[in-house]
């Protein structure tokens, strides 16, 4: 039985990872912002939850990929503790003070002089009203590109049907699993902005990524070199023109 939390002690506060990476052929600031992944509460190995914090993805259909040893956003939940705290307690704080957390959010990124956010990195959006608070941030922002990644296509079709269009800076990453998804990207991708990541999926791709790699086992890697570095690749920033479609190893 799942009684024992094994992380405690959280509190609703905004955790920005920061770093220096080189997109677009050079060095940017970049924060990303990660909530907790999955659709429920989620366990160790040995049934303990991990937290009393259920996951973001609840509004989503993630039933081919939100599971142990598909998700890479679950795996590594259960496996890095400082990691998994900052997770807890971003999606606390969005819930219980979302005006704060965008606050948090947008004071963060003009401190630190950020150039690119990467929003939802691990979780989802989770219903159109933190859509909207996104939205406003990015207008806040609009020298900051930002890059969200998302299967809530709901809120997205909900945004569109009232005849509007992404801010310049905001690109949606759509996620495609198997055929899950894919009527949906189809539905949107003639919107500006709107680029889609495939796994394990038939639909038509431009470009792969080539971040993972399989060996002749049949084992997927990451690839670390500097080849494959998102500055020398640009796939997904739009770096490379006429790409929209995205395939990825599954991972």
């Given at each position: 039985?799942?009684?024992t939390v094994?992380?405690?002690?959280c509190?609703?506060?905004?955790?920005?990872?920061?770093a220096?990476?080189k997109?677009?052929g050079?060095k940017q600031k970049?924060?990303a912002?990660?909530?907790v992944p999955?659709?429920?509460l989620i366990?160790?190995?040995?049934?303990t939850l991990?937290?009393?914090?259920?996951?973001t993805c609840?509004?989503?259909?993630?039933s081919?990929?939100?599971?142990?040893g598909?998700?890479?956003?679950?795996?590594?939940?259960?496996?890095?503790?400082a990691?998994t705290?900052?997770r807890?307690?971003?999606?606390?704080?969005?819930?219980?003070n979302?005006d704060?957390?965008?606050?948090?959010?947008?004071?963060?990124a003009?401190?630190?002089k950020?150039?690119?956010i990467?929003y939802?990195?691990?979780g989802?959006i989770?219903?159109?009203?933190?859509?909207?608070y996104?939205?406003?941030l990015?207008?806040?922002?609009p020298?900051v590109?930002?890059y969200?990644?998302?299967?809530?296509y709901?809120v997205?079709?909900e945004y569109?049907?009232?005849?509007?269009?992404l801010?310049?800076?905001?690109?949606?990453?759509?996620?495609?699993?198997g055929d899950?998804?894919v009527?949906?990207y189809?539905e949107?991708?003639?919107?500006?902005?709107?680029?889609?990541?495939?796994?394990?999926?038939?639909?038509?791709?431009?470009a792969?990524?080539p971040?993972?790699?399989?060996?002749e086992?049949g084992?997927?890697?990451?690839v670390h070199?500097?080849?494959?570095?998102?500055?020398?690749?640009?796939?997904c920033t739009g770096k490379?023109?006429?790409?929209?479609?995205?395939?990825?190893?599954?991972?």
């Amino acid at each position: 039985m799942k009684e024992t939390v094994y992380m405690k002690d959280c509190v609703a506060q905004f955790h920005p990872t920061l770093a220096n990476d080189k997109l677009g052929g050079k060095k940017q600031k970049i924060m990303a912002v990660s909530y907790v992944p999955g659709k429920d509460l989620i366990s160790l190995q040995n049934g303990t939850l991990v937290s009393d914090c259920i996951g973001t993805c609840k509004n989503v259909d993630c039933s081919q990929c939100g599971q142990r040893g598909v998700c890479y956003a679950i795996d590594s939940y259960t496996q890095y503790p400082a990691v998994t705290k900052n997770r807890v307690e971003n999606t606390m704080q969005l819930r219980e003070n979302i005006d704060q957390h965008f606050e948090d959010i947008y004071n963060t990124a003009v401190k630190n002089k950020v150039e690119i956010i990467r929003y939802t990195e691990s979780g989802e959006i989770e219903d159109y009203r933190h859509f909207e608070y996104l939205l406003k941030l990015t207008n806040r922002l609009p020298e900051v590109q930002v890059y969200v990644y998302t299967k809530n296509y709901a809120v997205l079709r909900e945004y569109f049907d009232k005849g509007l269009e992404l801010p310049d800076n905001l690109t949606i990453l759509v996620s495609v699993w198997g055929d899950q998804g894919v009527a949906e990207y189809n539905e949107f991708k003639n919107h500006k902005n709107i680029k889609c990541f495939a796994v394990k999926s038939s639909i038509p791709y431009d470009a792969v990524c080539p971040a993972y790699k399989k060996d002749e086992n049949g084992k997927v890697h990451r690839v670390h070199n500097d080849a494959v570095k998102c500055g020398n690749c640009g796939l997904c920033t739009g770096k490379v023109p006429g790409v929209k479609v995205i395939k990825c190893v599954e991972h």
